[in-house]
């Protein structure tokens, strides 16, 4: 039988990118869906401990750390998992700890769904996280290094769809089972629901191929070959495979043969190691500073305490602002390999800081009621530009910018450095709200206008070019400085192509300086 069911060129691609949606979808679902079910009369009733709807005055800002420590648990424990999953990604390889990671998660869903002791709800949250983390920072590498240059950004950034997709879903289902109600079947459902796309991610996993980069790191050339002919479509041993299998081999042998270890990380070396870590890290805190956490984790709530609707309209408005999301999804996807990342990340920055200011404007009266209601278009506007330069993208660049015997380490620690972010983003974002109301809508303000010049001065186009150009990118760099002024500079070759370059200047120098010492 024909390995992977006889697929091959654009139908694996396709067959890759469907593994991935289930994979990230179940993400964004575990992003929201505690959000979609704290408002949740039967939920409150049987952890009073997280009520803030029912409770006033210092029981309520009591109940908001407790919900904002609780909620916020699962983004903690997804700091150690994205970690975990960084040992286990290079130890046994993407699909294995995909598997893994799937498992851990369902666990957690099952655990949360099924509690009657606050303690059991907690565990179920610490196991969500560490599964949850684990497999989208995994599923990033793996879709990362089975795409093509000239696709990958579609590919990857795709990531924004399948989050977003989770996002609906969620709140959608929180807000259609809270008919059901006083039945506590209203949130247990909602919670235990990734259960199904796990299973789905757990059967076919193995029926899809294996990163070809992981397989080379193992001496495993054959089957590199082969899988890059599946996935080009072409002669395991034709001229497409041929350079690719070049490149790859070229760039492992710069790197010490590929062997690197996590203290690697954090020497700079020829590669410039460090400094590709750090912008990887940094691109994942953006992700998580934006403010998305804010409005994602708590929309019903934003919506019913800061913009005063009544619940069900909350409900029905915080589901409905996640389709922003998934509109900007598909932009994300259709624009990032024709205009870069770097234009996009710019753009999305510059109008997420615009949206929060006039958030912050038009709530700051709470008597103001068309205030309040235009609000309600900035959000949805915020949640769209968001999308279109930062939910998938970040998690792209940081899998393109890190070098390809690292690869797996540097996505895990900044994968973990997102959550830790996420983290306290999660657990300040209730008491900030009780204590400072609109005006926390400024500190998002602030953070996004202070991304503009960071992106635009550190950040290099990684646009249309093969991971192995990437390195040569850095490579060619001296410093922090001027690495976006090489990417611009240097052309769209073949890591191999470029080091011929190199030898032939070098030759053309060494006999221009023979020829003037005979003159």
């Known amino acids: 039988m024909a390995r992977f069911g006889g697929l091959r060129g654009s139908k694996l691609h396709l067959a890759v990118w469907a593994e991935a949606w289930f994979g990230i979808m179940i993400f964004g679902f575990n992003q929201t869906s505690a959000g979609g079910v704290l408002a949740d009369v039967t939920f409150n009733k049987q952890f009073p401990r997280m009520d803030t709807l029912t409770t006033s005055g210092s029981l309520q800002a009591y109940n908001a750390k407790i919900q904002g420590t609780v909620v916020a648990m699962y983004t903690l424990f997804g700091v150690f998992g994205a970690l975990g999953c960084t ?53 990033s590498v793996w879709q990362s290094e089975v795409s093509k240059a000239e696709n990958r950004g579609e590919h990857v950034s795709a990531f924004g769809i399948f989050c977003s997709s989770g996002m609906v879903l969620a709140l959608f289902l929180a807000f259609g089972m809270g008919y059901t109600q006083p039945n506590s079947v209203s949130w247990r459902f909602p919670l235990i629901f ?79 190691t460090f400094h590709r870590v750090i912008i990887a890290a940094v691109a994942q805190i953006m992700l998580q500073m934006s403010g998305i956490n804010a409005i994602v984790y708590y929309a019903p709530s934003i919506y019913e305490n800061q913009l005063q609707f009544s619940g069900k309209i909350s409900s029905v408005l915080a589901a ?10 598909f932009c994300c996807a259709y624009t990032v390999d024709r205009f870069g990342r770097r234009k996009l990340m710019l753009f999305s920055a510059s109008a997420m800081s615009i949206c929060f200011a006039c958030i912050a404007g038009l709530t700051s009266n709470p008597d103001n009621k068309p205030a309040l209601k235009a609000a309600v278009f900035f959000v949805f506007l915020y949640c769209f530009v968001y999308v279109l330069g930062f939910l998938g993208i970040p998690f792209l660049y940081a899998s393109e910018v890190a070098p390809t015997h690292l690869r797996a380490s540097v996505c895990g620690l900044s994968t973990a450095i997102s959550w830790l972010f ?98």
């Open 320 to 329: 409905s602002s996640q389709l922003a999301l998934v509109i900007g999804s």
């Open 422 to 519: 996420n983290f306290l983003v999660a657990e300040v974002t209730p008491t900030a709200f009780t204590n400072l109301g609109w005006k926390y809508f400024l500190v998002f303000f602030c953070l996004n206008a202070a991304f503009v010049p960071i992106i635009y001065v550190f950040f290099p186009e990684t646009s249309q070019r093969s991971l192995e150009e990437i390195d040569q990118i850095f490579e060619s760099s001296t410093s922090i400085f001027d690495s976006v002024s090489v990417a611009k500079k240097l052309p769209k070759l073949h890591l191999a192509e470029h080091l011929q370059q190199e030898k032939e200047a070098d030759v053309a120098v060494a006999e221009a300086s023979h020829v003037e010492e005979v003159v």
């Open 194 to 272: 990734t259960v199904l796309p796990s299973i789905l991610v757990c059967c076919g996993i193995f029926k899809l191929p294996e990163s070809p980069r992981w397989l080379s790191k193992q001496g495993r050339w054959e089957e590199t070959r082969e899988i890059l002919g599946l996935l080009y479509d072409d002669d395991p041993h034709g001229d497409i495979v041929n350079k690719e299998v070049q490149d790859v081999q070229i760039s492992l042998e710069r790197a010490s043969k590929g062997k690197g270890n996590l203290g690697a990380m954090f020497k700079m070396g020829p590669q410039r």
């Open 87 to 139: 040992f286990l990604g290079d130890k046994l390889g993407r699909r294995k700890t995909i598997f893994i990671a799937s498992i851990v998660q369902a666990i957690g869903a099952i655990l949360q769904a099924s509690s009657f002791a606050f303690a059991q709800f907690i565990i179920g949250r610490i196991f969500l996280g560490l599964g949850t983390a684990g497999m989208v920072a995994t599923i």
